[in-house]
């Protein structure tokens, strides 16, 4: 009898686990099927439109009432020297309206650089391991109007767990020190979106998720993926007189790109109007490109080289098959082809006209690149 009881709870469970497991194939199968109907629903939301980013020409600054239109107000700008808050920063210094007090690690080499533009400098070190120096950032969130903040721009190599618990630290303290105006710099949420796993989104997307439900002044400025990540991590390799980018899953779709360092007139903007950008989520792109394009956009810079270009087109699942491959890459371009909405580029002009499109950052970087590429002439 128990034999028989055993062979039914056995049976029953592993019905369960194959019907589950049926269940996430049927579920990934429809993504990848409508995954353009994905993409254009995923544009719906809170996001700031094109049409109330047309009505900020013509709004004055307004100050909060519980604030001296004398006093300056402090922001608090966390990553620098990263390109983000280092954009930021520089947008801001000008302004009379603030004081810019910027956050650096220990051992930051660019701290006399950005003191020098009048940008106040505060030490914290944080580390891959052991506790945030809480009593350290209260004494840096003193006085402190508004913040900018960027995770896992201080250190790339930050792990997402430790990045998640920064970024909600400091949400936290927000919350407590009731500050008024919070800029987060995030990016879409992968796995809620596609169900596939990616460390470099998708910490960023909890820390989003936990702020809003804490009820912060919020506002969020969701990325796309930056040219400075494209170009270093697509490097060719050299076959015969080719050079070749290997390892790319194909896709014919375009997808969102813009340089991280053209947001600090956006946040500086941001921080001016707080009346209209508060419980917003602003979607920026500045370009849209494809693989093919990528890949003409180097031969036309670089044309004097007389380097052929391609690259090898790899399907998901050739992809897979090779553990040598890039899969955070991998990851990243399938969601921006298949899955990421597809944003206004007009958003960004409205916000900030003096843009850079990718054509303009590879020429302005071509000499970078030639070292970066190891490019010789054929």
């Given at each position: 009898?128990?034999d ?34 994905i ?20 709004l ?29 920063a520089i ?22 650089r ?11 070190e ?18 402190v ?16 767990r ?24 995030a990016?879409?949420?992968v796995?809620r ?12 997307g ?19 993926l ?8 697509l ?22 790109v ?19 950008f ?25 044309k ?6 391609r ?7 050739e ?5 040598k ?21 007009r ?25 970066l590429?190891?490019?010789v002439?054929?």
């Amino acid at each position: 009898m128990l034999d028989q009881n055993a062979e039914v709870i056995l049976s029953t469970v592993h019905s369960k686990i194959m019907l589950k497991h049926s269940l996430q194939i049927l579920s990934l199968r429809l993504r990848q099927k409508f995954a353009s109907v994905i993409r254009m629903s995923n544009n719906h939301g809170a996001e700031l439109s094109i049409e109330e980013i047309a009505r900020l020409s013509q709004l004055e600054y307004t100050h909060d009432e519980e604030e001296s239109c004398d006093m300056k107000k402090t922001i608090l700008v966390w990553g620098l020297p990263g390109p983000q808050a280092s954009s930021v920063a520089i947008a801001l210094v000008g302004n009379p309206l603030f004081t810019v007090r910027g956050i650096f690690n220990k051992n930051c080499p660019e701290v006399a650089r950005f003191q020098q533009m009048g940008v106040e400098s505060e030490i914290v070190e944080i580390s891959e391991k052991g506790p945030i120096p809480i009593i350290k950032l209260n004494n840096v969130f003193r006085d402190v109007y508004g913040v900018f903040f960027v995770t896992n721009d201080i250190d790339p190599l930050l792990p997402m767990r430790r990045e998640m618990e920064v970024g909600v630290k400091l949400a936290e303290m927000c919350e407590r020190l009731r500050i008024k105006h919070v800029i987060y710099s995030a990016v879409d949420f992968v796995y809620r979106i596609t169900g596939n796993r990616c460390s470099r989104y998708d910490g960023k997307g909890e820390i989003e998720y936990q702020m809003k439900g804490m009820g912060l002044p919020l506002t969020v400025l969701k990325l796309p993926l930056s040219y400075d990540y494209l170009v270093n991590t697509l490097i060719p390799t050299r076959q015969g007189s080719d050079y070749v980018f290997t390892g790319i899953v194909d896709s014919k779709l375009d997808f969102d790109v813009m340089n991280y360092s053209d947001i600090g007139p956006v946040v500086k903007l941001a921080f001016e109007r707080p009346n209209i950008f508060i419980g917003k989520t602003i979607g920026l792109t500045v370009d849209r490109i494809d693989i093919n394009k990528f890949v003409q956009l180097m031969t036309e810079v670089f044309k004097e080289t007389k380097i052929d270009w391609r690259y090898e087109k790899l399907s998901w699942k050739e992809y897979q098959r090779d553990k040598k491959n890039n899969r955070e890459l991998a990851t990243l371009l399938d969601f921006h082809c298949n899955y990421a909405p597809l944003r206004d580029v007009r958003t960004m002009q409205a916000l900030n006209p003096n843009v850079q499109t990718f054509s303009e950052y590879i020429s302005a970087n071509q000499k970078r690149l030639t070292k970066l590429f190891k490019l010789v002439k054929t």
